[in-house]
């Protein structure tokens, strides 16, 4: 997967249709570390940085009719219903160039959690083809000049963070262009409630 099949993929700042909704579903990289990505993305000039919390992608960006939010909603919970806590460890950057350019921090650990989780996600309503093969990573660096990919490549080579994944959430592409969360979804319980602040 490339940045295009990422919640940083270029969109309009406005839905494209009377009654759409443009969604995302990601697992949001906690505190301390989605913060400290954030900013790090931001110094490299990255004119998303302040749009898109740091996550890692579920289901990429994707318009819906408002009606169907309901449905969306039941299936996310489910899913979460179905799932357990896993480890991810983040280790060092890699880099989607020269298809897409885009410098990212490597998950070494809980690539399945995230493969498994994407692939109930993105299946009955959210059902949907991908660009790429799925790739779950966490984006610092999209679409800006080689050398400043390069500084990126560096200075994060060495970034390592650890945490448990307790659950994923639905985000909305706002008329402004800012991804915001609306929803967390819980492993094994299922619950579904507003975003954790």
Known sequence: MTGE??????????????????IGVAIPIPDPYGPTL???????????????PTHITLLPP???????????EEHLRLVAESEQSFRILLDGTATFRPVSPVVFIALKDGIGG???????????????????PYH?????????????LDRAFKELADYRAEFTVWGFSLYEHGPDGVWRPLRDYVFGSGAAGPHRA
């Open 136 to 148: 779950p990573h966490v984006t610092v660096a999209h679409d800006l000049p080689e050398e400043v």
């Open 38 to 52: 954030q900013r790090w993305r931001e110094s490299f000039g990255d004119r998303l940085a302040r749009s898109i």
């Open 114 to 132: 995230c493969e498994r989780l994407e692939a109930k996600v993105r299946s009955g309503p959210l059902t949907r083809p991908l660009l790429y």
């Open 5 to 22: 099949d990422t919640l940083t993929g270029g969109l309009p700042a406005v839905p494209r249709a009377p009654g759409a909704r443009m």
């Open 62 to 72: 994707t318009e819906v009719n408002e009606r169907r939010l309901p449905e969306i």
